[in-house]
């Protein structure tokens, strides 16, 4: 059975950092990209940051570059997402997705909620 | 970025009866290795969003075929030719050929 999830948020205040985790389980983790993918009631749903399978590439939305660093340990099946100099509009749960765009493979994990407020 | 604009965004259906979404691009989907990114989910209240349709018309695994996907270019649509039950949640389209991938806002189908 596949199983993406994910831990490490919370509530941490504007300018703070948190790191999040992701364990991969039940399918060939090192052969896929991985994506994070936040949700807002505002916004909907975002790409957030992708890496590709050895992490030799990674991409970011405009909106968080400079701030989050995407990263992975295949030999852990894990994928992280530093998050530095948080703000108010990075409030959002945050999901570890495996999207594969030419098969059938999408996996998502349950979610972990990051709030940003003072 | 690529605009993602779904319409209705709220679509009650009796059911049985088939629905219809419609998601258009601000940019051709079409990739640089001749494909179309462009996917359909579901998200039921209280889940993650789960992928129904993936490059235009491929049904993902587990995904009864009263679900089809057509278009191309700019222009797609979902289709469930009879509405069931299960069936009910927020349906997006998403497009993974330009980065950042982007969703569309969403087409909250309910039961009549």
């Known amino acids: 059975e596949v199983q993406l999830v994910e831990s490490g948020g919370g509530l941490v205040q504007p300018g703070g950092s948190l790191r999040l985790s992701c364990a991969a389980s039940g399918f060939t983790f090192r052969s896929y990209w991985m994506f994070w993918v936040r949700q807002t009631p505002g916004k909907g749903l975002e790409w957030v940051a992708g890496i590709q399978y050895d992490g030799s590439a990674r991409y970011y939305v405009d909106s968080v570059k400079g701030r989050f660093t995407v990263s992975r340990d295949n030999a852990e099946n894990s994928l992280y997402l530093q998050m530095n100099s948080l703000r108010a509009e990075d409030t959002a749960v945050y999901y570890c997705?495996?999207?594969?765009?030419?098969?059938?493979?999408?996996?998502w994990g349950q979610g972990t909620l990051v709030t940003v407020s003072s | 970025d690529v605009l993602m604009t779904q319409s209705p965004l709220s679509l009650p259906v009796t059911l049985g009866q088939p629905a219809s979404i419609s998601c258009r691009s601000s940019?051709?989907?079409?990739?640089?290795?001749?494909?179309?990114?462009l996917h359909w989910f579901r998200q039921r209240p209280g889940q993650s969003p789960r992928r129904l349709i993936y490059k235009v018309s491929n049904r993902d695994s587990g995904v009864p075929d009263r679900f089809s996907g057509s278009g191309s270019g700019t222009d797609f649509t979902l289709k469930i030719s009879r509405v069931e039950a299960e069936d009910v949640g927020i349906y997006y389209c998403m497009q993974s050929t330009h980065w950042p991938f982007t969703f569309g806002g969403g087409t909250k189908v309910e039961i009549k």
């Open positions: 940019q051709s989907l079409v990739h640089s290795d001749g494909n179309t990114y």
């Open positions: 997705v495996t999207h594969d765009r030419s098969r059938s493979v999408d996996y």
